[in-house]
């Protein structure tokens, strides 16, 4: 049964710490996108990914943000510095990259808690 | 603005009551449509989905779900609820017909009552 897998599942840290949240896609899976989901503005795309080259990430505070695929089986969001107002659960999808609108598969999320 | 509308924040349902949870979309076009499901911690779950053809399509855990083009909406169904459908449901929309980014819904939180 093959799952998006995130960690950590649970990562609270001081404000102007640096955040690594790690995601692994579906084997096979070309398109990786990260969402984040507040309770203020529900789930809104932070950055999404095409055979590992960003496609937008228009979602993203620049300053802070940064979303890479170093290889085709890990993506990764970094925040840093890392702020009370970053606090939200992370969730990272996956898709075959076949077609316009394919199904996205998601990972359990990492809720972050910066205090 | 393209947006998605769920215009129900929170529904209580009697455990074998029907359901209908609402979802609407603004757009010129045809977008593709998702129903989600999240429990409490969890991550997204996919119910259903609609490309094209048949405006009614069958989802998982008895959910279907109905595209009417002339109201923008794509509401989500169930004859008869169960317990363990309490949960949180997202309608989700791709509008840009060459990408793939889902637009979602501020989401629906479902009780259910016994």
């Known amino acids: 049964d093959a799952r998006v897998t995130q960690t950590p599942r649970h990562k609270v840290t001081e404000m102007g710490q640096e955040v690594t949240m790690r995601c692994q896609p579906i084997l096979g899976h070309n398109t990786v996108f990260w969402y984040r989901q507040t309770m203020m503005q529900g789930l809104e795309l932070l950055a999404y990914?095409?055979?590992?080259?960003?496609?937008?990430d228009s979602g993203m505070p620049k300053d802070r943000f940064s979303a890479e695929m170093p290889d085709a089986t890990l993506a990764t969001l970094k925040i840093q510095p890392s702020e009370p107002r970053d606090s939200a659960v992370y969730f990272c999808?996956?898709?075959?990259?076949?077609?316009?609108?394919?199904?996205?598969?998601f990972g359990p999320g990492t809720r972050l808690l910066v205090l | 603005a393209q947006s998605v509308t769920q215009p129900d924040i929170h529904i209580t349902v009697s455990e074998g009551a029907s359901l209908e949870l609402r979802c609407n979309y603004s757009y010129g076009a045809t977008p593709y449509l998702f129903w989600y499901v999240q429990s409490p911690g969890q991550g997204l779950q996919l119910l259903l989905k609609?490309?094209?053809?048949?405006?009614l399509v069958q989802g998982i855990k008895g959910f279907e779900a109905e595209f009417k083009r002339s109201q923008s909406s794509f509401n989500l169904r169930k004859p008869s609820v169960h317990w363990s459908d309490a949960a949180e449901y997202f309608c989700a929309v791709v509008f840009n017909q060459a990408g793939t980014a889902l637009i979602f819904g501020k989401g629906t939180t479902l009780s259910v009552s016994s």
């Open positions: 990914f095409r055979n590992r080259a960003p496609l937008d």
């Open positions: 999808a996956s898709g075959p990259g076949r077609t316009n609108g394919e199904t996205q598969y």
């Open positions: 609609y490309f094209s053809g048949d405006t």
